[in-house]
């Protein structure tokens, strides 16, 4: 059975950093592009990064460009998500995904992030 | 970007009745859509994509139609199960762009 576990998530001030984690367990991890996508509260979703199976090509939208980081291991069949100078309209759930034919196949449970003074 | 417009932002239903969502897209996407569902409190769950291939496991009451900009979720007996929040995502350019969701409750 596919399993994606993220952690990491919780309060942070605007400008700091937060690294978030994925876990993936059912599947062969190393085969797969990997996303993560978020969720405003009560809002819609929102696509943030995607990385390409060897970790070589990764992709952003301009909202978090420059600022974020998704990188993978593929050994520990892990995707993380390196997250700086936040901003209060980057507080949402996270979820990372698999990635697959431009869809997003599998979605881990999320993690909460709240940017915040 | 291409943007995804959808409705209605939410509707109700009675039980079996037959529901359609749709959604427009600001350019043609070649059928590469996908519908998502989203139960409150869990992530989201890809039931069609290709705008029209059910993913595995999903029921088939449920069926996606469309071509160019236009496409459409439809529910062919409407069960309890079903009240939830559905996403359209174009697959057809960076970046993958989703409609705002459709609230869907049971009447």
């Known amino acids: 059975e596919v399993q994606l576990v993220e952690s990491g998530g919780g309060l942070v001030q605007p400008g700091r950093s937060l690294k978030l984690s994925c876990a993936a367990s059912?599947?062969?991890?190393?085969?797969?592009?990997m996303a993560w996508v978020r969720q405003a509260p009560k809002k819609g979703l929102e696509w943030v990064a995607t990385?390409?199976?060897?970790?070589?090509?990764?992709y952003y939208p301009d909202s978090v460009k420059g600022r974020f980081t998704i990188s993978r291991d593929n050994a520990k069949s892990s995707l993380y998500l390196q997250m700086n100078s936040l901003k209060s309209e980057d507080t949402a759930t996270y979820y990372c995904?698999?990635?697959?034919?431009?869809?997003?196949?599998?979605w881990g449970q999320g993690v909460m992030v709240t940017v915040s003074s | 970007d291409i943007q995804m417009t959808q409705s209605p932002a939410s509707l109700s239903a009675s039980l079996g009745e037959t529901v359609s969502i749709e959604c427009l897209a600001s350019?043609?996407?070649?059928?590469?859509l996908a519908w998502y569902q989203q139960k409150s409190g869990k992530s989201p769950q890809l039931l069609i994509y290709?705008?029209?291939r059910l993913q595995d496991g999903v029921p088939s009451r449920f069926s996606g139609s469309g071509s160019g900009t236009r496409y459409s979720l439809k529910i062919s007996g409407m069960q309890p199960e079903d009240e939830a929040d559905y996403f359209c995502?174009?697959?057809?350019?960076?970046?993958?762009?989703f409609g705002a969701g459709t609230k869907l409750e049971l009447k």
């Open positions: 995904a698999i990635f697959r034919y431009g869809y997003f196949d599998y």
């Open positions: 059912g599947f062969t991890f190393s085969n797969y592009y």
């Open positions: 990385i390409s199976t060897s970790g070589s090509r990764t």
């Open positions: 350019e043609g996407i070649s059928n590469d």
């Open positions: 290709a705008a029209s």
């Open positions: 995502q174009q697959s057809y350019k960076y970046p993958p762009t």
